[in-house]
């Protein structure tokens, strides 16, 4: 198993504030990079780690094992998290984090089906007990419900072309793997958009989007998250591409906005103030050294806020 390489680690933990005897949510355990470095700082303290995924709660509990015994591993997805953490007594907490990459072992097992460039069965599943696979999305789905998909999820401007395309091989026979899908998109789109990047790479993000119901659950997960901070809790998120960025810097918006009123004024009376505030005014992005090391984390952008009443 190639190793995860946790993304904007430093940026990330740094942003959590983190103190002996903090309670710490990883809502994206993974395979424990960020959840490890969180433990080291908390010996006092307890973290809670949700993933979905078998084999990285495998994985994370022998590596946090090596560091700390103060952590509990749910397995569950995090549109659980109040609920879940409520089983435990947990109400509040002082830091969560979320780090919405998908792993990179999930992408490099080849039998997952997340990868364009590996031949496997059409998966794409976080959760190996989800019903719908990537399989069904692109065999049962009519060629509207496509379009809609590659469009508001991929944002491909041949999303239309695709999708017809799909809708013919289908009628031959099933599209089967990873590879045959890929093939399928090559002839859909017209070969100066293919030279610049990969063209099944959005396609594929919009099917793995679907199959986890991933922007529904995004936005769910984050209210809960705002909702169980600690005054001068954080919560920092890290995404991928440009749907959730949005989801998250709208939803931080509308929690550190302050009223129009007094915007502007050297000093805003508390009263006028929201419950929370930016940490910083913008997303935080690698360096080019982390770009460089690794490629994967080009798009990455980190956000975060703390509850300040």
Do not use: W
Not at 137 to 157: H, P, Q
């Amino acid at each position: 198993m190639e190793k995860h390489v946790s993304v904007l680690l430093n940026e990330s933990i740094s942003s959590l504030n983190l103190k002996e005897n903090s309670i710490v949510v990883d809502c994206t355990l993974g395979y424990g990079g960020h959840s490890s470095n969180i433990l080291e700082r908390i010996k006092k303290g307890y973290l809670f780690a949700f993933d979905q995924d078998s084999e990285a709660i495998r994985h994370s509990t022998n590596r946090l094992k090596k560091v700390g015994t103060n952590f509990t591993i749910i397995k569950s997805n995090f549109v659980n998290l109040k609920e879940e953490l409520k089983k435990r007594n947990i109400t509040k907490v002082d830091a969560i984090l979320f780090d919405l990459g998908v792993s990179s072992p999930q992408l490099d097992e080849k039998e997952r089906g997340f990868s364009y460039h590996e031949d496997a069965p059409l998966d794409m599943r976080m959760d190996k007990e989800n019903p719908l696979t990537a399989y069904d999305v692109v065999n049962s789905y009519s060629k509207e419900e496509l379009v809609r998909i590659f469009t508001d999820y991929g944002e491909d401007k041949f999303a239309r072309n695709i999708a017809n395309k799909i809708v013919l091989a289908r009628e031959e026979k099933k599209i089967k793997t990873t590879l045959e899908l890929v093939e399928i998109i090559k002839s859909a789109v017209p070969m100066k958009f293919r030279l610049n990047k990969h063209p099944a790479r959005q396609i594929f993000q919009a099917i793995r989007i679907e199959v986890n119901n991933e922007l529904n659950v995004l936005e769910s997960a984050l209210k809960q998250a705002s909702e169980l901070l600690n005054i001068n809790g954080r919560l920092a998120v890290i995404t991928f591409h440009s749907l959730e960025d949005r989801i998250v810097k709208k939803y931080f918006k509308k929690l550190t906005e302050i009223d129009s009123k007094v915007k502007g004024l050297p000093n805003v009376p508390d009263s006028y103030l929201n419950n929370f505030k930016l940490v910083y005014n913008k997303a935080l992005t690698p360096s080019p050294e982390e770009i460089n090391d690794n490629p994967r984390s080009r798009s990455a952008k980190l956000r975060v806020i703390e509850r300040i009443k």
